[in-house]
């Protein structure tokens, strides 16, 4: 693989595997910017640090799926972690393996929306994915301290609250700054470290275990818009690896088998607590909300088991906050670079890190923190969904006017076959953004129309140089009413 050398480009490739076509990043057919292939630069991401940096990216564990089984009991909990997963994880991880590989480089989705349906959508796109990600973040200095505030009630509110969250967030900023290797090799210790009671709890739950808890329902009583929420949010963000595409070590072959095997941990990280916790404890719905795993450890296991997993808590909110703030961060580098942001967002630390993207992602963080759980999880959702419609349309668009383009990874489904598995998740972006309140609702269609403006703007404030903008040379441009290439005409590099 070739990319470029401003972004910490893979090296070599291998041979394809299922579905591939050629491996190296030469663009797409008939893109401008045509020249040498940029000499390529050390990436940092291995397969195995990338898998537990998308672990974190979607899920970090089973903190925060409590809210499934107060609003919709244990079965409904179970069979949404069961079913979700195939209509829209799997479509989504899908998609990313072949637009991350196609696209191998930092602005991620961003450049997939651009290319498709041209620069000014793929600007919108990077606008709302880049604030859902921050809401996103926001949310882990809560869930952090609602899982230490059992033990510590000072945490509870006021100015020791407000301290913990500036620290914490200071912080993992601060690792960010250090690095992807930094970041990968935490990523992995913290997951280890915060999947390990869960495993404890399951072997100590054993002889309490009641199956028929499993099989509980009342269709009566059920908040389906917490439910849904819940289940979407703990299932998404498996496209927020693509905007670190350009740091993955052979991204032709890492990329595809990191989201798989991910996709497997992130299930059963989710179905073995909810079976251990709703089948040997009796339930109480009302009890079911962030942070009743540490109740339940403490019923089964005991103080010690309790104070493990508040601890595994706070570790796992720490690795999410990381992860996120990485994509977030380099997705604002890869739009500079492409020359969406001012120049000055593409800027790297002595360490190879997007310091003012990083800066810019920590500022959101701390200006959201104070909403709750609830507010964060519906408002993210919702922005995410417009994201992803057009992540969808894009998706289907290249593979209709760019059927020759390579792709290093291919989603193993013609064109028909695509959209045959983009309709059930279609269906429950319509669902998710049907049932949000008229609050959540007002507050992120602002949201868009900020993006709206802002893409015309930035473009006034370039023509009148106020702001330097520029593209990195070393990038394919991005053509979007070019057909595609003949198969024996030479790729553009």
């Not at 041979?15 to 630069?41: D, K």
């Not at 397969?47 to 244990?74: H, K, R, T």
């Not at 509110?157 to 690792?175: K, S, W």
Request: glycine share 10%.
């Amino acid at each position: 693989i070739q990319k470029p050398a401003q972004n910490g480009g893979p090296a070599t490739g291998a041979a394809p595997a299922m579905g591939e076509e050629g491996t190296e990043y030469r663009g797409l057919p008939g893109g401008a910017g045509a020249g040498a292939a940029p000499a390529p630069s050390p990436a940092s991401l291995s397969i195995v640090p990338l898998i537990f940096i998308i672990f974190y990216e979607v899920s970090g564990g089973p903190f925060g799926i409590e809210d499934s089984v107060g609003a919709a009991g244990p079965l409904l909990a179970i069979a949404g972690f069961l079913a979700l997963p195939v209509i829209w994880s799997v479509p989504e991880a899908l998609i990313t393996a072949e637009l991350g590989t196609m696209f191998p480089e930092n602005s991620g989705y961003v450049v997939w929306v651009a290319s498709a349906l041209g620069p000014y959508w793929g600007f919108q796109q990077g606008w709302m994915k880049w604030l859902s990600g921050v809401i996103d973040n926001a949310l882990y200095p809560v869930l952090f301290l609602d899982y230490l505030k059992s033990g510590v009630p000072a945490l509870g509110g006021g100015a020791p609250r407000t301290g913990a969250v500036l620290g914490l967030t200071a912080l993992l900023t601060l690792l960010n700054y250090r690095g992807l290797t930094v970041v990968g090799w935490a990523a992995i210790s913290l997951g280890v470290f915060s999947l390990l009671p869960f495993l404890v709890m399951g072997f100590i739950s054993i002889p309490k275990l009641r199956p028929a808890r499993w099989l509980e329902v009342d269709l009566h009583n059920v908040d389906w818009n917490l439910y849904l929420n819940t289940l979407f949010w703990n299932l998404n963000y498996w496209d927020s690896i693509s905007t670190l595409s350009g740091e993955i070590r052979n991204p032709a072959k890492t990329l595809p088998k990191a989201l798989f095997y991910a996709v497997i941990f992130v299930v059963v990280g989710y179905l073995y607590p909810l079976l251990t916790g709703t089948g040997a404890v009796p339930l109480d719905r009302e009890q079911w909300t962030d942070g009743y795993f540490a109740d339940i450890a403490k019923l089964l296991g005991g103080a010690w088991l309790m104070w493990w997993m508040q601890a595994a808590a706070a570790m796992s909110n720490m690795g999410m906050f990381v992860a996120e703030m990485s994509s977030d961060s380099y997705q604002l580098l890869g739009m500079a670079e492409r020359g969406m942001l001012p120049a000055f967002f593409a800027t790297r630390s002595r360490y190879g890190t997007p310091l003012v993207g990083i800066l810019f992602s920590a500022s959101g963080v701390l200006l959201l923190s104070t909403m709750s759980f609830q507010e964060i999880v519906a408002a993210e959702n919702f922005l995410y969904c417009f994201g992803m419609l057009l992540e969808f349309l894009s998706f289907v668009l290249l593979r209709v006017r760019r059927p020759d383009a390579p792709r290093p990874y291919r989603v193993p489904l013609g064109t028909a076959g695509c959209v045959a598995m983009l309709v059930p998740a279609t269906a429950l972006i319509v669902a998710v953004l049907a049932l949000s309140t008229l609050k959540v609702a007002l507050v992120s269609l602002g949201a868009v129309a900020v993006g709206l403006v802002l893409q015309p703007v930035l473009k006034f404030v370039e023509k009148k140089r106020w702001l330097r903008f520029s593209v990195n040379s070393d990038l394919p441009g991005i053509d979007v009413n070019h057909q595609p290439a003949a198969p024996d005409e030479p790729l553009i590099v």
